[in-house]
């Protein structure tokens, strides 16, 4: 299993991790194809996640999830973390879980490797935070 922190935007589904719901934003529906945006976190990191379907109704907040063959990419201008056609999303348990919410994987501009074409790696910080999860004060 990999931390959240360790994570890095690529077009394949070979992400397997576990962490907690923190948070879900509004449905959207477009069509047939319900979607919402949550906030998940484990001991290492945060990251933005997208829920389908179901699965905006099924997960809630406390909730541990383990994700296997999860992409990490841009879904509409978003870098989201999700299962994708041929991963899996799973609960395991609740409240359990220690996590942090900095830094947010989703947050960070990520760029290509110049020694290396095919990899991206962290350029610069957006937000410590999630900016679409503003942290309650």
Not at 41 to 46: K, S, W, Y
Request: charged residues 20%; contains cysteine; aromatic residues 10%.
């Amino acid at each position: 299993m990999v931390f959240l922190k360790d994570i890095t935007p690529a077009a394949s589904n070979n992400i397997d991790t576990r962490f907690i719901l923190l948070d879900t934003g509004k449905i959207s529906a477009e069509g047939q194809n319900k979607t919402c945006l949550a906030l998940v976190a484990d001991e290492t990191a945060a990251v933005h996640f997208q829920l389908w379907g179901q699965e905006c109704d099924t997960f809630q907040t406390g909730d541990i999830m383990h994700l296997s063959n999860g992409i990490f990419s841009y879904q509409r201008k978003n870098l989201v973390l999700r299962a994708g056609k041929r991963g899996k999303i799973e609960k395991t348990g609740e409240f359990t879980l220690s996590y942090v919410e900095m830094p947010n994987m989703s947050e960070i501009n990520w760029v290509l490797d110049p020694n290396n074409r095919n990899k991206y790696i962290q350029g610069t910080i957006i937000s410590n935070y999630s900016r679409i999860f503003p942290p309650v004060r």
